[in-house]
């Protein structure tokens, strides 16, 4: 059972183009998070929601708007799409407030390469 | 702010060496410690975590205790297998209510046969 999945795997595309990352987690979780991973390996927060509400939006082009149609899903749509935005972007899901942990579970990544 | 400061990659080591990563961190209060794991080509995985000062967190060999005087959570585990080649992220999380993960830059680890 696939507890937090993403589509596509593999996005490849052309400057100027727009594009649509999604995430669905079955964990029954109500925080959710992108994050953004560079070739470096450097892993930075993006956005997260929670309960469908936007709680964190850090310092992120406009081009990037994440939209949450409910409290599994967490979908990113890029547009314009730039060559700088290459990189891994990473779903993550927790349960806030359980025991302060913040344990977050992450999917398996969209690899986009912006040519 | 917070932030996560761990050491520079790659380590390589032989199989069965003992291995060390340091982690240090900064944050107001008292946050939560973790230790992620990304094998090539896949997702982070949670490889252990920390509550509070002293505990140890362990899994699959691996071990780091939650030093709060030196703040500090050092990874380590006793003998390296060819598997355990990774990426391997330290990160934090402070107590307030929709605290995001605070990850270190990653460190690289290469066991050879």
């Known amino acids: 059972d696939t507890a937090v999945s993403q589509t596509p795997k593999y996005l490849v595309t052309q400057m100027g183009n727009d594009k649509s990352i999604k995430c669905e987690q079955n964990?029954?979780?109500?925080?959710m998070y992108w994050y953004k991973q560079d070739s470096k390996k450097f892993l930075k927060i993006m956005f997260s929601?929670?309960?469908?509400?936007?709680?964190i939006n850090e310092t992120v082009p406009n081009r990037f708007s994440p939209k949450s149609p409910d409290k599994a899903h967490l979908n990113l749509h890029i547009n314009s799409l730039e060559l700088g935005d290459s990189a891994v972007y990473f779903c993550?899901?927790?349960?806030?407030?359980?025991?302060?942990?913040?344990?977050?579970?992450f999917g398996p990544g969209t690899r986009l390469t912006v040519l | 702010g917070n932030s996560v400061t761990q050491m520079e990659g790659p380590v390589t080591l032989s199989e069965e060496a003992f291995l060390t990563i340091n982690c240090t961190y900064t944050?107001?209060?008292?946050?939560?410690l973790f230790w992620y794991v990304q094998y090539p080509g896949e997702g982070l995985q949670l490889l252990l975590k920390?509550?509070?000062?002293?505990d140890k967190g362990s899994n699959k060999g691996f071990e780091a205790t939650y030093r709060k005087e030196t703040t500090s959570f050092h990874l380590e585990k006793g003998s390296v297998q060819v598997s355990d080649s990774a990426v391997y992220f330290c990160?934090?999380?402070?107590?307030?209510?929709?605290?995001?993960?605070?990850f270190g830059k990653g460190t690289m680890l290469l066991v050879s046969p």
């Open positions: 920390a509550t509070k000062a002293d």
């Open positions: 964990l029954g979780h109500d925080t």
């Open positions: 990160a934090l999380s402070d107590r307030s209510g929709y605290s995001t993960l605070t």
């Open positions: 993550a899901s927790s349960q806030v407030g359980a025991g302060w942990y913040n344990e977050q579970f």
């Open positions: 944050a107001t209060g008292y946050p939560s």
């Open positions: 929601y929670n309960n469908k509400e936007l709680i």
